[in-house]
């Protein structure tokens, strides 16, 4: 709709106080949204000045910004202010009014007043394009230049034929969902499960073992797989386009913009392979451009289109996040955008309160819920696929692991008895098996290693036995189950040395006592003997229903006879000589509700015991849903840089924004196809600098505000802001987190957090060259032309990193740019 | 400024003089009206926020002699406790360890090193020269006897409490400028005064007292500052500011915390600075950079300069070699008199036989006979190599032979080694080359293996037994010394540099040390120095073949070398200060008091000195902290809906004035979090400082509903204003006093851990396990279970 037509002040309202002194330059200091809008008078009456015509529609290339010019004799500095303020008021900016609250001296003042004119003045979003015309200028571009994007994903995408770099991980988690076993991962399931997808599509049968560096055979379809993959890489380049558009940047703007996106080397070239980025980083645009336009709608609240933008954020969102957990920071800038739009609102004491509360509830279900129920179901499915056994069984529960197809677990008699074997698994969160191995501790008391293990294998037996003090387990005598309270001794198995602890540090958990293996299977002592408690049964319910332990379904502790002390795997790891595998130790406190202290049988074998047929297990969803939640996140913490191996690979976020490193993708070998991540150094080095220069440019109007000059029409500041916000609040929450985070980072970490870089270069360039009024449109073309050049040049000049180098590297001079790249010689 | 000041009526400003004095005070055209108002102490207001209903001054403000006999009276509590006792226990105690020893080192002026600046080391130097210490004592360990030795410790102790105790007076004098009745001030000194952590802390030989005096000495003189704001560049005006400067540089003189207190002044100055840029003051640009400029003066010119002396003042004191001289470059070494470098280095000759020591881990380059083994555990292969190893001490296979690869003279300078020159170093007991090649090393798959080649087979692989001498910091043509030159050894066909760490090697080379190449040529922790020469290739004195004089002369060195240097390493000791410690504890556990430090133990009295404040104290301080923010937060939301809760000025106040304390507080305090270092309960005794501050006002804001309003010295030519008088009244008086029961309580209680007797029985320590994290010695073993 358009503005509210300029009204004619020339009398003061009649509510001020100063009628008696006429400023001769009112109503220009009038035109200043930042005091005038703080007048309620002003709001209330919506005045205008005849200076600008107001409000401004969507900022456009013509709009340039405005400069008030001293008036010839104006203030000087050094002339007494006082009778030049009388004669010029040059710097005299407010509103003369009653109110004497509205011009506040604290800070915390002055930004509600800042905040209010948001409110107030409200811009109108541009009218959808009408005419066929409109339609084409604003569309062709990015068909345009999604063509092109295609051409550069697609060109020569199977030209190596051997498995690149993570296609080693993530091709073999997508062959998991077609073979349909279960396996474990740090990242959650939704990217995978595309790949597994794309691989059905593409006929792909799942049999490959997706081994690093090998040649894929006649019947796996990598280049179809590729493709589909590499799809996500080119729409990039048409969100580019539309994000910045959404942004209001001029065409030029735009235009750079999008040939940034399209002409970077690092995000081509891991749009080309079987991985995940190219899934996150589509996400991660789609979730930006959701939000502008979300933010374009934002006067028309509740509106259908107010709905699907919302929405689609969400989704967008949840789908990010549901790739890989660093689209968690994207999500951060969501968050901060509604917390301060809702913090806007909350001043604005026109809107209804129900109005308020709506918003928050929109926002909450829609940001918060939705993408929460996005993230559930693509584990949902997940849980559906994988529904056979297989490599990532242990990382779950023993009841979750029954369920799978090809597990042996429903076999286990029911009931555990004296003189059975079993496994135990411990119930925490990324708990393992109760294990040991014939390497002993190299502290303490230098016995054998007790730990908790993964993986199944057969150091993981145990079999109870009687204590010493009464008769061994009689092999034809009568069965006698395992009870509350039974005092037992543990075998393990392959070593034959029971398990024991006595008063000595355990190694990581000082105050801890140790729990180790000792003696055999004719020497200990009462250290070996564990009391079994019953906590509860997940079927039978509490521990007075619970007659015998049973296998899968019953929780038990064990508490140390002597010490009184139970028996705990608290998630620490152990140092190399434990083969960081986590500690077991025996803790004297008693936290009955520890779930580290809680153990449960998971395999269980005894010949004399009829098999059970036990298929009423039912794990439930958000058990395993939270279960596998937390695992993931136990082994990604566990990802830390290992001090005694230098990670050729891994960099530290400090390297990325200088592009200081790069990363060999495959073999360096003079016969083999070789790729080189590593950006547009004319994208990236220009992103990292238009941060540094935004900060400065904000100071600068910032100073110049606070010296009363006025370069801002109406809502244009607030808009500046809003797309500085967008691009440097995003780079800063996608960027800041690896900085703190203790895993080991690579360089491809960086590819989401560039976005928003490369936005905020179009940002600045739009303001400080295309829609300045200082340049002329032929310089403006120059300027234009030089940027894309460069841009396009660079890429050209790197194009064969990501397309792939054939022959002896020595032989494609000119690449190293900075001397610490390892393109020629590894160092 | 005394009261009466502030009610003197002012003029109107003169229009002619915009940029003395006037500036603030409104020539627009609303002030005209009402007058400007100065109240706010720190944060900025705008002078026409005033024609707003004033509460008439409630009676006559509280005459200026109370407030004095108040401040004396607490003062004088203040070093009563301070001083009782103070020669108790007569042993070491905590970290009297090392700053006992640092003034001992001011006495003998031996060279040493610490990562803390050094004036308050020189301040306690000073106390103990002055009572006739003779430094012989070593402070070696924690519970060692003063007076069996003879240690006048009582009047080196007696400057941290003096320190300490006049800190009260301080806190009393920020609480009465920042405008708060008698009864607010002396309440928030008397949570300084009567705090055990203060007391445990600022009566014993350590840096915190001064530290903590110098950063409350700092606020306060910035807030007189602030209050003379309206003066702008009069004597006072100056003198204030170049006070804080001053006072700053003295924290940060003390310890590197101080640099918090400039966080703090310096977002105060940042503010400031931002308002008197506001076109609505009226400043023409030229003044507002003047006043930039003094500010950049006062608070940053003239600290650093201050703060430099401190270190100039150091270094005149310690001309000697003592025990800090390995941590420094051979250049700084050789400044001091007697240092060991100085005395015995030498220019290296070819064909020397010399040692060669690792800089950090002080081994050997050392080789034997025995081979690597030809597979390791982790299934690798090595070349069965003779061994190359770290080896910590004398032995005759750690020396090395320097031979030439070019042409040198017979005789003369020609043969000295020099910076860059490529070298072959022979192993005189097995007479073989050191040699490494590409072969991984036995622990670490991406180092070289370093290896030696024997003799007779070296010429073939000729190229691989080269090494260059990269002196660090060399320059072309240095020569090449024993001890003075620290270098790397950089093979030269693989640009690897010989290094070590301190990982031992299996049984198989009998536990010494790996030696391995290390692909970063410019590794720092590749540094080597030639710790000997043996054998001179001549058989000449190592003195007459270099022709000098046997006695050297002590080198001078730039001042400002030797402080950027020391500079520097401190900040690299300072983070890597990451020991664990049985008494550290994480931030986050300070403001309630989760843990404290036990300083020191006697077994046969059962006495023991436990550092850990006052609980109720503290307590009341965290809530103090939380209701602040609550208020703050009540108030933005409040306001945000278009509601004033607090009337203008008390608001102002409390973003301003309190506000500036509380982000005194959040920047000494939060900080720590950022930092991996070893973290104490005393580094919070700053923050706490700045938390009783927040207490004291929140409690006015609580107890009555105005402040004594302005408080700031007017400037010239401006006019009356309306004035507000706090009300707290009668009830705040009671209200303290029912506070000070509990709190006093808790003092008496606790005094026993703090002042290290009477001795306390296994029930009595019991008692006083008032939290359960607390691990106080002797505790009795009936109730522990």
Redesign the interface.
């Known amino acids: 709709m358009p503005g509210p037509v300029a009204v004619d002040i020339g009398t003061p309202s009649p509510r001020s106080s100063f009628e008696e002194i006429q400023h001769p330059t009112y109503t220009a200091a009038r035109s200043n949204p930042r005091y005038d809008a703080a007048s309620p008078s002003w709001s209330s009456s919506s005045h205008q000045p005849l200076v600008e015509e107001l409000p401004m529609h969507y900022v456009t290339d013509e709009k340039a910004r405005r400069r008030i010019i001293r008036a010839p004799g104006s203030v000087d500095p050094g002339s007494s202010p006082l009778t030049s303020t009388r004669e010029h008021m040059p710097y005299e900016m407010h509103p003369p009014t009653d109110h004497v609250d509205d011009i506040d001296d604290d800070d915390g003042k002055e930004v509600y007043r800042r905040m209010r004119v948001a409110t107030a003045l409200r811009q109108i979003p541009r009218p959808p394009p009408t005419t066929f015309k409109e339609d084409l200028i604003e569309n062709l571009p990015a068909a345009i230049y999604t063509l092109l994007s295609c051409w550069t994903r697609f060109y020569q995408i199977g030209k190596n034929n051997h498995v690149v770099w993570d296609e080693a991980h993530f091709g073999k988690f997508g062959s998991y969902y077609l073979r349909r076993e279960f396996y474990f991962d740090v990242h959650p399931p939704l990217g995978k499960m595309i790949v597994g997808l794309v691989g059905l599509l593409s006929g792909y049968n799942g049999s490959f073992e997706f081994k690093s560096g090998d040649a894929y055979p006649e019947d796996v379809p990598y280049v179809a797989m590729r493709v589909m993959l590499a799809t996500f890489g080119v729409l990039m380049v048409p969100l580019a386009w539309y994000t910045s558009r959404e942004l209001g940047f001029s065409r030029r703007a735009a235009h750079l913009t999008t040939i940034m996106v399209l002409c970077d080397v690092a995000w081509l070239c891991i749009s080309r392979f079987i991985l995940l980025d190219s899934m996150l980083l589509f996400f991660t645009c789609t979730t930006v451009f959701c939000l502008t336009k979300f933010h374009s709608e934002r006067h028309d609240p509740f509106e259908p289109d107010w709905w699907i933008w919302l929405t689609l954020t969400g989704i967008s969102i949840g789908c990010v996040t549901s790739i890989k957990w660093v689209g968690f920071f994207v999500t951060a800038l969501v968050g901060v955008y509604t917390l301060e739009d809702l913090w806007e609102k909350f001043g604005d004491l026109k809107m209804r309160k129900r109005d308020y509360i709506k918003h928050w509830i929109a926002r909450g279900a829609l940001l918060i819920v939705l993408p929460f129920i996005v993230y559930m179901i693509s584990f949902k499915i997940h849980f559906l696929i994988l529904n056979h056994s297989g490599t990532g069984d242990s990382q779950m529960s023993s009841l979750f692991q029954a369920n799978l197809e090809g597990n042996d677990f429903s076999k286990n008699p029911l009931e555990v008895a004296f003189g059975s074997k079993v496994t135990f698994k411990n119930m925490g969160y990324g708990g393992g098996l109760l294990h040991s191995h014939t390497q002993t501790y190299p502290v303490g008391s230098q016995q054998q290693q007790v730990t908790c293990y993964h993986y199944k294998d057969d150091n993981n037996h145990w079999r109870v036995e009687k204590p010493w003090t009464s008769a061994p387990v009689d092999d034809e005598g009568d069965i006698e189950f395992l009870k509350h309270n039974d005092v037992v001794r543990l075998v393990h198995t392959p070593t034959g040395r029971n398990l024991h602890s006595h008063t000595v540090a355990a190694p990581v958990t000082k105050l801890n006592n140790e729990v180790s293996c000792y003696g055999n299977t004719t020497t200990g002592d009462a250290g070996d003997h564990w009391i079994v408690e019953i906590v509860d049964d997940m079927v039978l319910g509490k521990r007075q229903n619970v007659p015998h332990v049973r296998s899968l379904t019953t929780k038990l502790r064990f508490k140390h006879q002597q010490l009184g002390c139970y028996l705990v795997a608290p998630n620490t790891v152990l140092p190399p000589w434990g083969f960081k595998q986590i500690e077991v130790s025996c803790d004297k406190e008693n936290n009955p509700n520890d779930p580290h202290t809680h153990w449960n049988v998971e395999s269980h074998w005894n010949g004399r015991l009829p098999v059970g047929e036990t298929k009423f297990y039912k794990s439930p969803f958000f058990r395993d849903f939270w279960h596998l939640n937390v695992a993931m996140m136990t082994s990604n913490n566990a990802l830390v840089p290992d001090a005694d191996k230098e990670d050729i690979l891994a960099s530290s976020p400090t390297d990325w924004p200088w592009l200081h490193l790069g990363l060999r993708m495959c073999g360096w070998g003079d016969n083999q196809t070789k790729y080189y991540l590593i950006g547009n150094p004319a994208v990236w080095w220009s992103g990292t600098a238009s941060l540094g220069i935004c900060v400065l440019v904000i100071c600068v109007y910032l100073i110049r505000n606070q010296r009363g000059y006025r370069d801002w029409g109406v809502g244009e500041w607030d808009h500046f802001l809003y797309v500085c916000k967008i691009a440097g609040l995003g780079w800063v929450f996608q960027y800041v987190p690896f900085l703190i985070m203790g895993r080991v980072t690579y360089i491809h970490h960086y590819l989401p957090t560039l976005y928003f870089a490369v936005l905020m270069v179009g940002h600045l360039f739009d303001h400080l060259v295309f829609k300045s009024r200082r340049f002329s449109e032929r310089t403006k073309w120059i300027i234009f032309a030089i940027a894309s050049g460069i841009v396009i040049g660079v890429f050209w000049w790197f194009r064969g990193v990501a397309f792939g180098i054939d022959g002896p590297i020595k032989e494609h001079w000119g690449l190293l740019w900075r001397k610490t790249w390892n393109i020629y010689e590894s160092h | 400024m005394s009261t009466g000041a502030r009610r003197r009526g002012i003029r109107l400003p003169q229009?002619?003089s915009?940029g003395n004095g006037s500036g603030p005070d409104g020539?627009?055209?609303?002030s005209l009206?009402p007058d400007p108002t100065h109240d706010s102490t720190v944060?900025?207001?705008?002078p026409?926020?005033?024609?707003?209903s004033f509460p008439a001054a409630s009676g006559p403000p509280e005459p200026e002699y109370i407030h004095n006999i108040a401040c004396v009276a607490i003062t004088a509590i203040a070093f009563a406790l301070r001083f009782y006792k103070i020669n108790h226990p007569d042993q070491v105690v905590f970290d009297e360890v090392h700053f006992g020893k640092f003034a001992a080192y001011y006495i003998l002026r031996e060279y040493y090193f610490d990562v803390h600046p050094p004036f308050a080391k020189l301040l306690l130097g000073l106390a103990g020269w002055f009572v006739g210490f003779d430094g012989r004592f070593e402070f070696e360990a924690i519970g060692d006897s003063y007076s069996q030795h003879h240690v006048p410790y009582v009047g080196m102790r007696a400057m941290p409490a003096v320190f300490g105790s006049l800190t009260v007076p301080v806190v009393y004098q920020i609480m009465k400028e920042c405008g708060f009745p008698v009864v607010i001030c002396t309440f928030t000194a008397a949570l300084i005064a009567l705090d055990n952590g203060h007391i445990v802390q600022t009566r014993l030989i350590l840096l915190d007292a001064a530290l903590i005096f110098f950063i409350a000495l700092s606020l306060y003189a910035y807030i007189r500052f602030r209050k003379v704001r309206y003066s702008e560049f009069s004597r006072a005006w100056w003198g204030w500011m170049v006070a804080t400067g001053v006072f700053l540089a003295c924290s940060l003189g003390c310890k590197m915390v101080g640099l918090f207190t400039f966080f703090t002044i310096g977002t105060a100055v940042l503010?400031d600075l931002?308002d008197i840029?506001?076109?609505?003051k009226?400043y023409?640009?030229?003044?507002v950079l003047k006043h930039f400029f003094a500010r950049a003066l006062g608070l940053i010119v003239v600290p650093f300069i201050v703060y430099s002396s401190f270190f100039w003042v150091h270094f005149k004191v310690l001309s000697h070699s003592g025990t800090g001289d390995s941590f420094m470059s051979p250049e700084f070494q050789e400044s001091l008199s007697g240092n060991e470098l100085l005395m015995k280095s030498h220019e290296i000759r070819y064909y020397d036989t010399v040692t060669l020591k690792h800089k950090d881990t002080k081994v050997f380059l050392h080789s034997h006979k025995e081979r690597y083994p030809l597979k390791y555990k982790d299934g690798r292969i090595s070349s069965q190599g003779q061994q190359v190893t770290g080896y910590p001490h004398e032995d005759l296979n750690n020396q090395w032979q320097v031979i030439p690869s070019k042409a040198i003279p017979e005789t003369g300078r020609g043969r000295v080694v020099r910076h860059n020159d490529a070298v072959q170093l022979l192993h005189i007991s097995t007479q073989s080359y050191l040699l490494t090649h590409d072969v991984a090393s036995p622990?670490?798959?991406?180092n070289q293996e370093v290896t030696t080649i024997a003799k007779e087979d070296a010429r073939s692989r000729y190229n691989e037994t080269l090494f260059t001498i990269d002196i660090i910091n060399g320059h072309p043509g240095q020569p090449w010394k024993s001890k003075a030159s620290h270098f790397r050894l950089v093979h030269v066909p693989t640009k690897v540099s010989i290094w070590t760490h301190p990982k031992a090697l299996p049984e198989w080379a009998f536990k010494q040390q790996e030696v391995n190449g290390n692909?970063?040529s410019e590794e720092r922790t590749a540094t080597w120095f030639v710790d000997d020469i043996v054998i001179p290739a001549e058989d000449e004195d190592l003195f007459s073949r270099e022709g000098g004089p046997k006695e050297k002369v002590v080198k001078k060195m730039n001042f400002f070398r030797k402080y950027a240097e020391l500079q520097l390493l401190a900040l690299q000791h300072n983070a890597g200060l990451t020991a664990s410690h049985p008494y550290a504890s994480g931030p986050i556990n300070w403001p309630f008091l989760l843990s404290g430090i036990s300083f020191w133990t006697n077994n046969e009295k059962l006495q023991q000195i436990y550092m850990v404040g006052n609980v109720f104290g503290w307590w009341t301080c965290v809530v103090a902290l939380s209701v602040f923010t609550g208020i703050i937060g009540a108030?933005?939301?409040a306001?945000?809906?278009?509601i004033?809760p607090i009337p203008?000025f008390v608001?102002?106040r409390l973003?301003?004035s309190t506000g500036f304390f509380f982000i005194a507080w959040a920047f000494h305090y939060f900080p720590f979090f950022l930092m991996n270092r070893q973290l104490f309960l005393h580094h919070y005794l700053p923050a706490h400082l700045c938390s009783v501050l927040v207490t004291g006002a929140v409690f006015n804001f609580i107890a009555g509903e105005s402040i004594n309003y302005p408080i700031s010295v007017p400037g010239p030519g401006m006019r009356r204003m309306p004035t507000a008088r706090s009300d707290v009244g009668m009830k705040a008086v009671i209200a303290a006093v029912l506070y000070a029961i509990p709190y006093l309580a808790m003092f008496f209680f606790l005094a026993p851990l703090t002042y290290g007797t009477p001795g306390l029985n296994g029930d009595q320590v019991n008692r006083r396990l008032l939290l359960p994290s607390w691990t106080l010695h002797f505790a009795g073993k009936a109730t522990t279970s």
């Open positions: 229009p002619d915009p020539l627009s055209p609303r009206t944060g900025d207001e705008d026409r926020s005033v024609s707003r503010v931002w840029l506001d076109i609505r009226k023409p640009m030229d003044v622990t670490m798959p991406t692909k970063n108030d933005l939301l306001r945000r809906r278009g004033q203008e608001r102002n973003w301003n």
